[in-house]
């Protein structure tokens, strides 16, 4: 991609920020809301009702900073202490065009993610290098678990909204297909 996700005098994010952005995953658009809570301390309390009804999660870190990733595991327990149990969570390394300043290796990164069952993936904010991955993996991951039935939908609390009837019952019938044939053998 072409296009850069961080323009140079760009200000941080205060508090929490919202946005959205469809995206096509497998033939399917998919809307994403996204709530940016930029990981600060003095605004963890008020963040943590984010997490209620999170169908995903970014954890960012920032790979020149020993700090960031130091505080990750407060981070995933706030997320697995207070989102569905059902969470998709995703460890993202930013700042990967840094590679001089660099804190936390990717081997260290990859090894906290495989400890915590976390997918994983280094971006670059500034180049945009994996930016898009690390969403459509998100989104690609929840899909999968919906149509194999590990994620239900009409959980109340499970953070996902069918825009129409259509995909809902496209949904349940891979579900019925998918355990109908639970036992099955190709």
């Not at 260290?108 to 930016?131: H, M, P, W, Y």
């Amino acid at each position: 991609m072409s296009e850069s996700y961080v323009k140079e005098d760009s200000s941080h994010t205060i508090g929490v920020e919202f946005g959205s952005r469809i995206v096509n995953v497998g033939g399917k658009a998919i809307k994403l809301q996204i709530w940016d809570t930029a990981g600060q301390e003095r605004v963890r309390s008020v963040t943590r009702s984010y997490y209620r009804g999170a169908a995903g999660a970014l954890l960012v870190y920032d790979t020149t900073s020993r700090e960031s990733f130091n505080t990750l595991s407060n981070w995933l327990n706030d997320t697995r202490t207070l989102a569905s149990p059902h969470i998709i969570i995703i460890l993202v390394g930013n700042k990967k065009d840094l590679e001089e300043a660099r804190e936390v290796t990717f081997l260290e990164a990859s090894n906290f993610a495989q400890e915590n069952d976390l997918i994983f993936l280094e971006t670059s904010a500034k180049t945009g290098e994996n930016v898009e991955e690390s969403f459509l993996k998100c989104a690609k991951t929840i899909l999968a678990k919906i149509e194999t039935g590990e994620i239900d939908p009409e959980t109340i609390g499970s953070g996902i909204q069918f825009s129409d009837q259509a995909i809902r019952n496209n949904i349940q019938n891979r579900q019925k297909q998918n355990s109908s044939c639970a036992g099955c053998r190709p």
